[in-house]
């Protein structure tokens, strides 16, 4: 059955080539259409620096590999994981994350193996998995060639598409038309499916909710000789100071990226951030990133540069029950979107494509695939999308109450104060209690369903636990040594003088 389907898939990211691997191991010929160039020859810093990738607007913003796709990549493609490594990616196992106050409690556990990350950046991710799907015999990939439409037609009360309109911008803005069996797009947040099936009397319905934040990044190469800081210390390198997030990434061959997260409402330091010399001279303030940026231990690579327009985004393809769109699969970001600070999209972008590849290898029919798709998405991918929903809108709220000089966890009812209480008591077990931090760290690597860690009757008890020392004591967990918000602006006012 499979054998003979032909599948044209848009976008040679990382959703899009984990959905070509995943078809492909399927028995789907897949033919992949991709915009921009392919990577440059040559290492990982040449992908870094050189490679033009105009069709993903977050490449060279840090990225985290968790738990989830580093466990699918290791079930189905541990050849590929070679290469990473040998192209100098690390793996960081979960007994490794876990802080040496907590190593006397720790004793391994089933399940344990599935946390563990892969430190490397974005350009060597997709470097090494262009290069790996382009050796495979029943996977081609087509560059510089823009998908400016498509053909449909109507099946009953569907819409079915029956072609992509290629446009080759090199040869001339040739046109031609290309039909397949299947269509899939991995064209991520910059999808124009959507609008062209709307035109075409499809009923697309979307969600959107914008996170109303924007971040900048800066990479840097420890110097040569210097050693990694400590990840484990008092100041931890990723964070929270109250009205502005930070976080250091780690990537390979010495080089890692760190940002600044603020509300958009956050104009001075927003301002701010986008001087280099200023972006450092706020993160110097910042006790957990003085060991890595300091300029005896690492030289900036870039400078800063920031990405907006950060919005959760779910799209639905059946209205009542009944698909809007026959052979037509949407994975990754193109379907469902959150928040790149928490740093999940990759990891629903490989599940999302073997949930696509077990659908179309166990059903032919095409509403009962369209039925089926949509039921696991909602099923498995769901669940992570509402999780980041909540947490965008808490830090919505949060930022709100520090603009206004309030405090950010001040509760205006019962209700808020025990969810604001539960938080600080989960925080600080979390800290201090290896049963706390493992089911913590099954949510944050997406192994398990976002909480379903406090399921576990023990976990409750210890949070509650927690409950009863306060929320002053247990808060503290929670916000990162630093200064307050007008001490920052005062010391920015102060450089410029």
């Given at each position: 059955m499979s054998a003979q389907q032909r599948v044209a898939l848009v976008g040679a990211g990382i959703a899009g080539m984990c959905s070509a691997l995943a078809l492909s191991r399927k028995g789907f010929s897949v033919d992949v259409f991709e915009r921009d160039?392919?990577?440059?020859?040559?290492?990982?810093?040449?992908?870094?620096?050189?490679?033009?990738?105009?069709?993903?607007?977050?490449?060279?913003?840090?990225?985290?590999?968790?738990?989830?796709?580093?466990?699918?990549?290791?079930?189905?493609?541990?050849?590929?994981?070679?290469?990473?490594?040998?192209?100098?990616?690390?793996?960081?196992?979960?007994?490794?994350?876990?802080?040496?106050?907590?190593?006397?409690?720790?004793?391994?556990?089933?399940?344990?193996?599935?946390?563990?990350v892969l430190m490397c950046r974005r350009a060597t991710m997709e470097t090494i998995f262009r290069r790996y799907v382009e050796k495979q015999d029943n996977i081609r990939i087509v560059n510089t060639t823009?998908?400016?439409?498509?053909?449909?037609?109507?099946?009953?009360?569907?819409?079915?598409?029956?072609?992509?309109?290629?446009?080759?911008?090199?040869?001339?803005?040739?046109?031609?038309?290309?039909?397949?069996?299947?269509?899939?797009?991995?064209?991520?947040?910059?999808?124009?499916?959507?609008?062209?099936?709307?035109?075409?009397?499809?009923?697309?319905?979307?969600?959107?909710?914008?996170?109303?934040?924007v971040y900048y990044t800066r990479h840097y190469q420890l110097k040569p000789g210097v050693d990694e800081p400590d990840r484990h210390k008092e100041d931890p390198s990723a964070g929270d100071v109250g009205y502005m997030k930070y976080g250091v990434f780690p990537g390979d061959s010495g080089h890692f990226a760190l940002i600044i997260c603020l509300p958009n409402a956050e104009t001075e330091l927003r301002e701010a951030v986008k001087d280099e010399d200023r972006f450092d001279a706020i993160c110097m303030q910042i006790?957990?990133?003085?060991?890595?940026?300091?300029?005896?231990?690492?030289?900036?690579?870039?400078?800063?540069?920031?990405?907006?327009?950060?919005?959760?985004?779910?799209r639905s393809f059946i209205k009542d029950d009944q698909p809007q769109v026959l052979n037509f699969f949407a994975v990754g970001d193109a379907s469902a979107r959150t928040n790149p600070l928490y740093g999940r999209g990759c990891s629903t972008g490989i599940l999302h494509a073997h949930i696509l590849a077990d659908t179309l290898s166990t059903r032919t029919d095409p509403i009962?695939?369209?039925?089926?798709?949509?039921?696991?998405?909602?099923?498995?991918?769901?669940?992570?999308?509402?999780?980041s929903l909540r947490e965008d809108k808490n830090g919505i709220r949060r930022a709100d109450v520090v603009m206004k000089g309030g405090e950010r966890d001040r509760a205006g009812s019962l209700k808020k104060w025990f969810g604001f209480a539960f938080g600080?008591?989960?925080?600080?077990?979390?800290?201090?209690?290896?049963?706390?931090?493992?089911?913590?760290?099954?949510?944050?690597?997406?192994?398990e369903k976002p909480g379903a860690f406090l399921e576990d009757s023990k976990i409750r008890r210890t949070v509650f636990r927690y409950m009863l020392k306060g929320r002053k004591k247990n808060g503290q967990a929670r916000v990162q040594r630093g200064p307050n918000r007008q001490e920052m602006l005062a010391s920015l006012l102060s450089d410029q003088e």
């Open positions: 160039i392919p990577p440059p020859d040559g290492g990982a810093d040449r992908a870094f620096f050189d490679w033009n990738r105009r069709g993903a607007a977050q490449f060279r913003h840090p990225h985290a590999f968790l738990g989830l796709m580093c466990s699918l990549l290791e079930e189905h493609y541990p050849d590929l994981l070679d290469d990473f490594f040998a192209a100098g990616a690390r793996k960081v196992s979960f007994d490794q994350m876990v802080p040496p106050h907590l190593q006397d409690q720790y004793r391994p556990e089933a399940g344990d193996e599935k946390m563990w823009y998908v400016t439409g498509i053909q449909t037609e109507q099946r009953n009360d569907q819409v079915a598409i029956t072609g992509l309109e290629l446009t080759d911008r090199i040869a001339g803005n040739q046109k031609s038309i290309f039909q397949a069996d299947i269509y899939v797009d991995a064209t991520g947040r910059a999808s124009k499916f959507g609008q062209w099936l709307t035109a075409a009397g499809a009923v697309i319905e979307e969600e959107r909710e914008d996170a109303e934040i006790p957990g990133l003085v060991p890595w940026i300091s300029k005896d231990r690492a030289e900036p690579t870039t400078p800063s540069f920031g990405i907006g327009e950060i919005h959760a985004v779910w009962a695939r369209a039925v089926e798709f949509q039921k696991q998405t909602v099923e498995q991918i769901r669940p992570i999308y509402d999780a600080d008591a989960l925080a600080a077990a979390a800290r201090y209690e290896i049963h706390v931090f493992r089911g913590l760290m099954r949510t944050v690597n997406l192994v």
